[in-house]
């Protein structure tokens, strides 16, 4: 199985875990990093609705947790008919872990329908190596 086609099933898998009663729009996201490993979440809402949480963020927590530092594609399935894009609050979080050239896949429940890179989605992101100590 080639890797787009693993994070498309790892995503499918994920998405099926989602836990979404208030919006009942269920996402699975699943990161390929550049160490070759692979990282899923989904997202969690919660009663208090800003509480809740993306399913990029989930992936990229666990790709944290699992010792990985870079994000080489990130794939974002929900079932949907317009396809959708990491929210704006999402691509910064994943432009943290990311270069301009990382690839967002676009998927349905039908296949991965779009490739885009990090710097389509993000073209001016808010960068400051200033505000970095380490
Ligand atoms: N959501 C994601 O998990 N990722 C996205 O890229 C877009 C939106 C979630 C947040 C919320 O739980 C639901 O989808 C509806 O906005």
């Known amino acids: 199985m080639n890797t787009s086609s693993q994070l498309f099933e790892l995503a499918y898998k994920v998405y099926q875990q989602a836990y979404a009663p208030y ?22 809402e919660n009663i208090s609705y800003p509480c809740g949480s993306c399913a990029e963020q989930g992936a990229i927590s666990a790709m944290i947790a699992g010792g990985s530092k870079e994000i080489a ?23 943290e872990f990311a270069t301009p050239e990382c690839e967002v896949l676009l998927a349905d429940l039908s296949g991965i329908k779009q490739v885009l890179k990090l710097q389509d989605l993000l073209p001016h992101a808010f960068q400051n190596q200033e505000l970095c100590h380490e």
């Open 23 to 44: 919006s009942k729009f269920a996402v699975g996201a699943a990161i390929l990093s550049s160490d070759g490993r692979t990282y899923s979440g989904c997202n969690v």
């Open 73 to 95: 594609q990130i794939l974002v399935l929900a079932d949907s008919q317009d396809l959708i894009t990491p929210c704006g609050a999402c691509l910064q979080r994943i432009q």
